[in-house]
């Protein structure tokens, strides 16, 4: 069964470029021009991945993609022809797993949308068997993370955590007492070569504090041992 590609530009012709290229990689295409159509066709349909316009008639790409967060965990990624980091950290910290500045080259999109679907059926998928022998739930002072069920806990209350996210702290509790650096932590969850890409791990990073609940001053779990890395003590 094809994926089936969510795309919302109120740009014609980026919309239909891209349904183009999309379609003739054998992609299902759901093609919008607002956001509250966009919406209604996730309630109905089971949309695998989204690419999602900055500016829309009716909402903005971040208020969309923080509405889709609330139900739904496949991946987003924004475009936008802003080209500010703040932009681009605001995208990542409400739930975007990826972000592409306009004029962009259509092939690239379809390469990225490769990647997201890759990553997300990777971790969708059954653990192999020899998987099922290693540790599949770590329990460090209230927080629970089980890899089997993806699910995670802190005190006893569920934390609803993108993919990317739950895959970040799964690395870090998996590695345990040791500092984990932003090299070495996009390249295990992003599956991409590191490429000065430190304020998308910062900004994630950011996110899942913030789920958290962690002190500013004095985090309990995710600790930063500056100039090195992530750490979960």
């Not at 903005?60 to 967060?69: N, P, T, V």
């Not at 070569?193 to 304020?199: E, F, T, V, W």
Request: proline residues 3%; contains cysteine; aromatic residues 10%.
């Amino acid at each position: 069964m094809n994926e089936k590609i969510l795309v919302v530009d109120d740009e014609k012709e980026i919309a239909d470029l891209l349904e183009i290229y999309l379609t003739n990689d054998n992609y299902a295409v759901y093609k919008f021009y607002n956001g509250t159509d966009a919406l209604r066709c996730i309630e109905k349909n089971d949309i695998d991945l989204a690419i999602l316009d900055v500016m829309l008639p009716d909402t903005d790409g971040f208020r969309l993609c923080q509405k889709i967060r609330e139900n739904f965990y496949f991946p987003v990624i924004m475009l936008t022809a802003k080209i500010e980091d703040n932009d681009k950290i605001m995208g990542l910290t409400i739930g975007a797993d990826d972000y592409i500045t306009k004029p962009f080259n259509p092939l690239e999109v379809v390469a990225r949308v490769k990647t997201q679907l890759r990553r997300c059926s990777k971790y969708n998928t059954s653990i192999s068997s020899k998987e099922s022998v290693s540790k599949t739930e770590y329990n460090i002072r209230g927080l629970v993370i089980n890899k089997d069920s993806h699910k995670c806990f802190l005190f006893g209350k569920e934390l609803s955590l993108t993919p990317i996210e739950f895959e970040i702290l799964w690395y870090l509790c998996e590695h345990q007492g040791k500092v984990i650096p932003s090299e070495e932590l996009f390249e295990a969850v992003w599956k991409e070569k590191y490429l000065n890409n430190n304020s998308t791990v910062m900004a994630h990073i950011g996110r899942l504090r913030e789920k958290l609940n962690e002190p500013a001053k004095k985090p309990r779990f995710i600790k930063t041992v500056w100039g090195v890395g992530y750490e979960i003590e």
